[in-house]
């Protein structure tokens, strides 16, 4: 089965997208505070329009008195974290952020482990204790998200700039 190469503006396309993506992932590298800074005021939108979801579905039909108290309490705690990160964007966003990065570091590691296969139990250890130490030192979980930010956009704008030399994807 021959596999047809996409189109030229495509692939060009793509090799423009590689190039921002590394370009992202080398600042993250290169600027490290800034990164974690505009991660920081992400985090806080996006709380933010949880905290309007939430409190537009206490208005909706079909739920209990219980369900709209529920979304209520959500909404507001919802809300009081977003304005503690937004008055206090360095000390609170940054725990919040590294305590993020830690649950889900943690998570992980007991999926590697899970898969019972001897590399992927110690991989998934490492990635434990780095949970671990992120949840208690959140400035750890806070790094390790912007490292992990900038290797991510590196290895995709690589991909992208690969797909569109070649006019379909490698991997």
């Known amino acids: 089965m021959v596999e047809e190469k ?4 495509l692939r060009i396309a793509e090799i423009i997208a590689g190039i921002i993506a590394i370009v992202l992932g080398g600042y993250a590298i290169a600027y ?6 505009t991660l920081i005021a992400l985090l806080a939108f996006g709380l933010l329009v949880l905290s309007a979801v939430e409190f537009v579905r206490i208005f909706s039909t079909g739920i209990s008195g219980w369900q709209r108290l529920l979304n209520l309490i959500l909404s507001v705690i919802v809300f009081l974290i977003a304005l503690a990160i937004l008055i206090y964007p ?6 919040v952020l590294g305590w993020l990065v830690a649950i889900a570091l943690i998570i992980a ?53 690969i797909a569109g030399l070649l006019g379909r994807w490698a991997f």
Request: negative net charge; aromatic residues 10%; charged residues 5%.
């Open 6 to 9: 996409t189109s030229g503006w």
């Open 32 to 37: 490290p505070g800034i990164t974690e800074a």
């Open 90 to 95: 360095i000390f609170v966003g940054g725990i």
């Open 109 to 161: 590691g007991a999926m590697f482990i899970a898969r019972g296969t001897v590399g992927m139990a110690i991989l998934g250890i490492i990635v434990l204790i780095i949970g671990f130490w992120a949840l208690f030192f959140p400035a750890v979980g806070g790094l390790a998200l912007v490292v992990l930010l900038a290797i991510g956009l590196i290895i995709l704008g690589l991909e992208l700039i």
